[in-house]
């Protein structure tokens, strides 16, 4: 027989089909790959828990709430545009907890160890007492797991007791599928924490270059040698901008843990990428006008007029000349937009602190109620 380089021509195995592998054409990485493989694994169990002899009809109504659901999830994965991450996990989770009601005894206790393991490891608040007890042997998920896996003590090892009648078992799945969903729901919030922070870091991103396109654009008019004389209104813009771009890269570089897990996400992008700018821009702006007015900080030139800072403010920094002091001033207003919430509320106690000492200074000392004039000073002697 002649040997041939070419493939022989045959359709390629259903399942192969299914599981996505002709997919990779249209751009699928291996994440979605791995996602296809988890829908085929669930869509075996759900073949293997058909061939059953004893199914009643709130099993077959559950296996058909499965198959939809597998079938949703399949379109998911099709679907080429739009976020379906977690609809599709939702769709998973669903089928996963709806199995652990009408799969097999024997097929269930593996089953049943892996998810007290989860639930021990991820479940760590309140409810882990509520579902494990003091001990972890005397809540009600152990004990579940102790029955199907027929184990009476803990040196008796595998006992010959019976199966689990009809109602011991409903009770014992039930119990699995409650806290199979608890550990879902801590597994899908975590996953939900990470795409909102991914997310408004990548926006942030793409605000931040913005901000540095149009900062260019205003340097190109030779602010930097006109330093402090256009101030207004190009200076107070690029100030501004400098606040905003602290703001924005503190976004960046945050990974913060938002409380709840579902629910609209408009205020968390709102927040991060409209109303911190906002305050990072005018803690830069509030520092620029504290230096101009020499109140709490002043950004000071060797070769500037003598006497031109009276030496009232608490910070003194002295550079070589005008652009230095320019530079000087843009990075003391990205250190404020970083920052910007715990310096406003420093910044102004000072601010207050200061105005009113200078205040009692400046007013004369009140007398007390009822209290004669002071006499009129004699003139003084030639």
């Known amino acids: 027989m002649a040997a041939t380089d070419t493939l022989p021509d045959h359709s390629l195995p259903e399942l192969l089909k299914r599981v996505g592998f002709l997919r990779r054409r249209r751009g699928f990485g291996s994440a979605t790959q791995l996602l296809w493989n988890r829908v085929e694994s669930d869509d075996s169990l759900l073949a293997l828990c058909r061939i059953r002899t004893d199914l009643t009809d709130e099993d077959q109504a559950i296996l058909k709430q499965c198959q939809e659901r597998l079938d949703t999830a399949r379109w998911c994965l099709d679907k080429p545009t739009g976020r379906w991450s977690f609809s599709f996990w939702e769709l998973i989770h669903d089928v996963d907890g709806l199995l652990l009601l009408v799969m097999p005894q024997h097929m269930l206790v593996p089953r049943a160890l892996e998810i007290q393991q989860q639930f021990a490891r991820r479940v760590t608040d309140s409810r882990a007492l509520l579902w494990l007890g003091t001990d972890k042997e005397i809540g009600p998920l152990p004990q579940c797991v102790h029955r199907l896996t027929r184990v009476d003590g803990p040196a008796s090892g595998a006992s010959t007791a019976p ?147 009276d030496g009232s403010g608490i910070l003194h920094i002295v550079v070589s000349d005008g652009q230095a002091a320019f530079f000087t001033m843009m990075a003391l207003a990205v250190v404020a937009g970083w920052s910007a919430d715990k310096l406003l509320s420093s910044v102004m106690d000072k601010v207050l602190r200061r105005l009113l000492g200078q205040s009692e200074k400046v007013l004369p000392p009140s007398s007390p109620a009822g209290a004669p004039p002071p006499p009129p000073l004699a003139p003084a002697a030639r």
């Open 163 to 309: 199966l689990l009648d009809a109602e011991q078992s409903r009770y014992c799945r039930s119990v699995l599928r409650g806290a199979l969903d608890m550990v879902n729901q801590q597994v899908d919030k975590t996953f939900w924490q990470l795409s909102i922070n991914v997310l408004i870091q990548v926006l942030s991103t793409l605000l931040l270059l913005a901000v540095f396109g149009t900062s260019f654009v205003i340097l190109s008019r030779t602010l930097v040698t006109d330093w402090p004389r256009s101030l207004v209104p190009w200076g107070l813009l690029l100030v501004g901008f400098a606040g905003a771009s602290g703001a924005i890269a503190s976004n960046m570089m945050a990974k913060e843990r938002f409380v709840v897990a579902t629910g609209a996400t408009s205020r968390f992008f709102a927040y991060h990428l409209l109303v911190k700018p906002v305050i990072g821009a005018f803690a830069a702006l509030v520092l620029l006008f504290l230096e101009q007015s020499s109140m709490l900080l002043s950004v000071e030139t060797r070769n500037g007029p003598a006497g031109a800072v």
